[in-house]
């Protein structure tokens, strides 16, 4: 079991609260999950769509647990309006060049904090006519369990209220490359 002061060296001179999830938990969640969607997905053209840039390591664990053909391709969305706080204002930086209508589409998301992002998509890609959307999220805070317009069909953990990073997951572009999960210390 890793612990704080096993990473330190990594951590750019933040400190570490914990470690939430260790790299092996991650790993036989993302094999549960891989299951469960090829379960799901009996027949049909699945596209999984990836947020970026926090679902990128997710992503590509993900696909190589999912026993069944696919395509992958990624999303940039963008927030604007006030910088500070997601406004819900979305707009798609990069958008698939690949078509959606008459495709499963599994959007797969790193973390659900407020759900604004992910509701916003939910509509532009609901707009495009696919067979069916779903979505996948490595861990949600479950803030926005009743605003949410579509919960995850498939969900890696429940997070804790707290800032976390690794996996995917920066705090100002830095930790994206941890391969595990931890909470960072104020
Ligand atoms: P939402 O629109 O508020 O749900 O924003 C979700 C996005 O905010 C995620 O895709 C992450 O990029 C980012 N985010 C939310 N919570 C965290 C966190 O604890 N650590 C790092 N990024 C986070
Ligand atoms: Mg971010």
Not at 4 to 21: C, E, F, N, T
Not at 56 to 75: T, W, Y
Not at 117 to 131: C, D, G, K, V, W
Request: hydrophobic share 45%; aromatic share 6%; proline share 5%.
């Amino acid at each position: 079991m890793l612990q704080p002061a096993d990473v330190a060296h990594l951590m750019s001179g933040r400190k570490v609260a914990r470690i939430v999830l260790q790299p092996d938990e991650i790993a036989a969640r993302v094999e549960q999950l891989g299951d469960e969607i090829s379960r799901f997905y009996h027949d049909g053209e699945l596209l999984v769509l990836g947020l970026l840039k926090g679902s990128f390591i997710f992503v590509s664990d993900l696909v190589r647990a999912v026993p069944r053909p696919l395509q992958v391709d990624f999303l940039v969305a963008s927030s604007y309006g006030d910088a500070k706080v997601s406004s819900g204002n979305v707009r798609l930086v990069y958008d698939p060049e690949t078509r959606l209508e008459g495709k499963h589409i599994l959007l797969v998301e790193d973390i659900i904090d407020s759900g604004r992002t992910l509701n916003r998509l939910i509509e532009l890609l609901s707009a495009r006519q696919p067979r069916s959307l779903e979505i996948c999220a490595l861990l949600d805070k479950h803030l926005a369990d009743s605003v949410l317009k579509k919960r995850p069909r498939f969900l890696g953990f429940d997070a804790p209220n707290e800032f976390l990073v690794g996996y995917g997951l920066d705090h100002a572009e830095d930790f994206r490359h941890l391969p595990f999960v931890a909470s960072l210390a104020d």
